[in-house]
């Protein structure tokens, strides 16, 4: 169907020359900058685009890097989505047909998306490099739906227990594992100090000396 739409496109686009190099006629991946906090929508909009236009053979995947983080607020733990790259989702996709024309079709609906300001580059999309996109995937791929805990201490730094058998009890911490998600706090215990482990939403900031 997206060829048809090859015929309606502005004057002022214009064809390549024939594309020698085969190459060139592989799926790329390309980045799409958008409006802000509309990624999520773009993403869907593009999806339904595929399916409408029967542009499964020119768009083969749509990229928005996300992680899972978690947040303690007022003593309470919360889990949020956090974009790796905000303002940008990642597209592979075909820019040229078997001919070696490029596919103004399919690029006019994606640009035309609402919520997409442009294909990065300049006059015409730019790819991506592959370590550049070897970069994101790693990330994705690293994190694998994992709820990531958001780090607001530091060793060394006072914490007091807000959670637990050892509610109340401050002490300072003397390792953070970031895999985990948890801390180990020394704190004063029966005459001497203690290593405990702890979640990171289990201790909170200790701003005062103790009631």
């Given at each position: 169907m997206y060829q048809d739409l090859e015929n309606k496109m502005d004057d002022d686009t214009t064809e390549l020359d024939t594309v020698v190099d085969e190459k060139m006629l592989l799926p790329k991946w390309f980045a799409l900058q958008t409006l802000s906090n509309q990624e999520s929508k773009v993403k869907a909009a593009i999806q339904v685009a595929i399916k409408e236009y029967a542009l499964e053979d020119v768009i083969l995947e749509i990229l928005l890097p996300t992680e899972k983080v978690v947040e303690i607020k007022n003593g309470k733990k919360y889990t949020r989505t956090r974009k790796f790259y905000p303002g940008y989702v990642f597209i592979r996709m075909r820019m040229y047909d078997p001919e070696g024309?490029?596919?103004?079709?399919?690029?006019?609906?994606?640009?035309?998306?609402?919520?997409?300001?442009?294909?990065?580059?300049?006059?015409?999309?730019?790819?991506?490099?592959?370590?550049?996109?070897?970069?994101?995937?790693?990330?994705?791929?690293?994190?694998?739906?994992?709820?990531?805990?958001?780090?607001?201490?530091?060793?060394?730094?006072?914490?007091?227990?807000?959670?637990?058998?050892?509610?109340?009890?401050t002490g300072t911490i003397e390792d953070i594992d970031t895999e985990r998600g948890c801390l180990r706090v020394n704190v004063s215990?029966?005459?001497?100090?203690?290593?405990?482990?702890?979640?990171?939403?289990?201790?909170e900031r200790f701003t005062g000396e103790e009631n």
């Amino acid at each position: 169907m997206y060829q048809d739409l090859e015929n309606k496109m502005d004057d002022d686009t214009t064809e390549l020359d024939t594309v020698v190099d085969e190459k060139m006629l592989l799926p790329k991946w390309f980045a799409l900058q958008t409006l802000s906090n509309q990624e999520s929508k773009v993403k869907a909009a593009i999806q339904v685009a595929i399916k409408e236009y029967a542009l499964e053979d020119v768009i083969l995947e749509i990229l928005l890097p996300t992680e899972k983080v978690v947040e303690i607020k007022n003593g309470k733990k919360y889990t949020r989505t956090r974009k790796f790259y905000p303002g940008y989702v990642f597209i592979r996709m075909r820019m040229y047909d078997p001919e070696g024309k490029i596919l103004h079709g399919p690029l006019s609906i994606v640009k035309n998306i609402n919520g997409v300001v442009r294909f990065v580059g300049d006059r015409e999309p730019v790819e991506l490099k592959q370590s550049e996109i070897d970069d994101i995937l790693t990330k994705v791929e690293a994190i694998g739906g994992k709820p990531v805990p958001k780090i607001t201490h530091e060793v060394g730094e006072t914490v007091k227990i807000s959670d637990g058998p050892f509610l109340n009890l401050t002490g300072t911490i003397e390792d953070i594992d970031t895999e985990r998600g948890c801390l180990r706090v020394n704190v004063s215990m029966f005459g001497r100090l203690t290593p405990v482990d702890l979640e990171f939403w289990q201790v909170e900031r200790f701003t005062g000396e103790e009631n």
